[in-house]
């Protein structure tokens, strides 16, 4: 299907241009794009409309050619002003105000050009002529969606979530070059300082605060307002010391500067029902965060942030909220850990642009839209069927007598392997890469599969022939194919494969594992399944090594050739768990799953220290096991054969 896309975008400073260029990053591998409409032959346009003259042509061309609007807030209000008034147009811009608010504001509209008063911005919210036009609308909170009804909207409606990256923090980088330390707590407000960001009640709550907490700061991130100048209210408050103000801040810094707080306050009264794209990002970051309870906001879900009245009692419970998760660092912690985990199910931006395809599709066919609820995996994203378990002691006998060492030294992380992979049926198909068949008759005598094959590093177009017997007296045999997986084109067809494994042979690879992803992602079936294991240079372990002086790979050693003179392939490379997510994210492919764990379980008490350091530093404690254990869904094209963080 193909989109006609209306939006401003980078390098426009504008958040929805920003968030235009991240859904479409996604969109387009589920759909056929064309910005600006310039091609024709579109089934259906969409409009990202924001209340500012960036989106003037937008608006215009969803009057002119009806389509799928995207409502970021319940108001445009500012928008038909630069539209109208800008342009010298009154009659147009009384007659828009009378069109949405009747013949009250029609008279309202009369003094305003008489200059008599100001535009009703809050009254009027501008939205029944767009309205009228839309074939669909799509808004980020049901506040937006009940406006839009009470507007008198009654087409098809989608409430879709507003897209959460889930960047990485370099929390103690940025503290540095802030001047503070690693134990200061320090609290962050971000955005255009407008009133109605309540800038001046969180400085009244803050100077509280350094009574009880002197040694907290304060960093205010973002253009002032005129209306509110922070200079004389920060002398007024004595706060010169503990609060710095920065201006505009570039995509970089503006990251930095939250990536290195503690605590965020994205506070607003009133609210036309804006989602705030900082907030969602604080949350991919793993931030404790308080808002107002208000508009958007109050729909959060109370285990992911703190919420604050929009009454008498503001400014009292954002001073007893900030105590709260300054005094008690590990609450703070634990309410940003839940906040990441609830944007990556609900807010990742793969889910955001499939739920867009979803809607849209079904408002280009004339189909009704049936909304999936929080908990409810997207009709294209079926939940995956129940795990398959493999007891330990199964798997050793399979394993010949040479290798029943290895095999025992990493049962953990084998017996996982198979926990983690979708179970099979006679009509489905798996590959296992670098197939010793330790785990290979397992996933036809346990989990299914109907057909397996496997394959091995060797000279390309040859085929060898496996059969191995447990001593249980149980027979599996296997075609192994030999191929050079970072080189060689895999001897499949496409779309022939239901699920792959490729489990510790990431690590080996010396030049090009792209090439490997690629291929994988190309013998894949759609919505295919690819299992993928590989150690974790990122580990508790290899933190400790580190910094007693030693080299943290897992494997970093030689390997001393056999009289033969032949080796196997040492590690080359190894991998952190987030260098994973991007490597199945640039390949095509949803993370399903995304968590580590050892090799073999056992206790670590000499690592506790490592996990003490990395909480005084606030540094994450996640993804510390040995292994890194991933599943990832075929969900769209390959996005980058040569992303910059692997490729020099």
Not at 122 to 146: D, F, N, T
Not at 614 to 625: D, V
Request: proline share 7%; net charge negative; charged share 25%.
């Amino acid at each position: 299907m193909k989109v006609a896309y209306y939006s401003p975008m980078p390098p426009a400073r504008s958040g929805i241009a920003d968030y235009s260029a991240m859904l479409l990053e996604e969109l387009r591998g589920l759909v056929e794009v064309d910005l600006g409409g310039r091609s024709g032959g579109a089934a259906v346009a969409l409009y990202q409309l924001g209340n500012n003259a960036d989106h003037m042509e937008a608006y215009e061309m969803a009057l002119r050619e009806p389509g799928v609007v995207v409502l970021h807030e319940a108001n445009l209000h500012h928008l038909i002003t630069d539209l109208t008034i800008r342009r010298g147009d009154w009659d147009a811009y009384v007659e828009a105000c009378a069109h949405d608010g009747g013949e009250a504001a029609r008279v309202y509209a009369g003094r305003v050009r008489a200059l008599d008063v100001g535009p009703d911005y809050e009254g009027v919210p501008m939205l029944r002529r767009v309205l009228e036009r839309a074939r669909g609308v799509i808004v980020h909170s049901r506040y937006v969606g009940a406006r839009c009804r009470e507007a008198g909207y009654t087409g098809p409606l989608a409430v879709i979530p507003h897209g959460a990256a889930m960047p990485p923090v370099d929390r103690m980088n940025w503290r540095a070059k802030l001047g503070v330390n690693e134990s200061d707590p320090l609290v962050g407000v971000f955005g255009y300082m407008k009133p109605y960001k309540r800038v001046s009640q969180s400085l009244r709550a803050f100077a509280r605060l350094l009574r009880m907490a002197p040694e907290a700061k304060m960093i205010l991130v973002g253009e002032e307002h005129p209306e509110s100048p922070l200079a004389p209210q920060i002398r007024a408050l004595g706060l010169q010391a503990a609060v710095r103000r920065f201006g505009f801040a570039t995509e970089m810094e503006f990251s930095g500067y939250l990536s290195a707080c503690d605590v965020i306050l994205n506070l607003r009264y009133p609210t036309v029902g804006e989602t705030s794209g900082t907030l969602l990002r604080a949350f991919g970051m793993g931030k404790a965060a308080v808002v107002s309870d208000v508009g958007s906001f109050a729909e959060f879900p109370g285990s992911v942030c703190l919420k604050v009245p929009v009454d008498a009692t503001e400014e009292d419970t954002i001073y007893e909220l900030l105590n709260l998760l300054v005094s008690r660092p590990a609450l703070a912690h634990a309410l940003g850990a839940r906040a990441r985990e609830w944007v990556e199910r609900e807010c990742s931006w793969p889910r955001v642009a499939r739920l867009y395809a979803e809607f849209l599709e079904a408002v280009a066919a004339g189909r009704e839209w049936r909304e999936p609820s929080e908990t409810e995996q997207p009709p294209t994203a079926p939940s995956s069927p129940p795990a398959v378990q493999v007891e330990g002691e199964y798997l050793l006998g399979w394993a010949e007598p040479s290798a029943r060492e290895y095999v025992d030294t990493h049962l953990t992380r084998l017996t996982k392997t198979l926990e983690l992979t979708p179970p099979g049926g006679p009509e489905k198909s798996i590959l296992e890469m670098g197939a010793y068949l330790q785990i290979t008759p397992s996933l036809k005598t346990k989990l299914g599969y109907g057909g397996v094959r496997g394959c091995y590093f060797g000279p390309a177009g040859r085929v060898e022939h496996r059969e191995v017997v447990s001593t249980g007296g149980e027979v599996f045999t296997c075609e192994v194919d030999l191929f050079d997986a970072e080189r060689d084109r895999f001897p499949y067809g496409g779309e022939s494969f239901d699920t792959v494994l490729c489990c510790e042979l990431l690590e080996h690879l010396t030049a090009d594992p792209m090439h490997m992803m690629s291929e994988i992602h190309r013998v894949l079936k759609p919505g295919g399944h690819l299992v993928l294991t590989t150690p974790n240079i990122g580990s508790l372990r290899a933190i400790a090594a580190l910094l007693a002086g030693y080299h943290p790979g897992f494997f970093p050693a030689y390997i001393k050739p056999s009289e033969d003179g032949a080796s196997d392939a040492r590690h080359n490379r190894e991998y952190t768990a987030r260098e994973v997510y991007l490597l199945l994210h640039g390949s095509g492919f949803e993370i399903i799953r995304l968590e580590t764990g050892e090799f073999k379980s056992e206790p670590r008490p000499e690592h506790v220290w490592v996990e003490h350091m990395l909480s005084r530093y606030g540094m994450p404690g996640e993804l510390r096991g040995d292994g890194v254990y991933a599943v990832g869904r075929k969900t769209g094209p390959v996005r980058e054969r040569w992303p910059q963080w692997l490729y020099s």
